[in-house]
């Protein structure tokens, strides 16, 4: 069972809105800090943003004022919220989240599927 899913990308026109989510599974007692990556068509994988168990957050300069993460523990989510979207905003986004599983005393790191966004101009 692959430990978090994302889900939510799609296609969007410039100037538009989408929502993704990373939810981790039964296994996953909790989720500590996860963050968001971006991986452009021949690309390295970016940091966009970042939130803390604290629910302290982190902004790569690109997106802030326009991206907002957020989390809801009790859903075991964590959102990207990201409004005023730009072409170069197109990417596979990956979640990347430390997680406590369930009987084990110490958390483990891991990578979702991705899921992929493309913005039109």
């Known amino acids: 069972q692959v430990p978090v899913v994302e889900s939510g990308g799609g296609l969007a026109q410039a100037g538009g809105s989408l929502r993704l989510s990373c939810t981790a599974s039964r296994a996953v007692a909790r989720i500590d800090s996860l963050g968001w990556y971006r991986q452009a068509p021949g690309g390295q994988r970016d940091l966009v943003a970042s939130?803390?168990?604290?629910?302290?957050?982190n902004y790569a300069d690109s997106v802030k004022g326009r991206f907002t993460i957020s989390r809801d523990n009790a859903k075991k989510t964590v959102y990207l919220q990201m409004n005023s979207l730009k072409p170069e905003d197109t990417g596979v986004y990956y979640c990347?989240?430390?997680?406590?599983?369930?009987?084990?005393?110490?958390?483990?790191?891991?990578w979702g599927q991705g899921t992929q966004v493309t913005v039109s101009s």
């Open positions: 990347n989240a430390d997680l406590r599983i369930y009987g084990s005393t110490a958390t483990s790191n891991y």
């Open positions: 939130i803390a168990s604290s629910s302290n957050t």
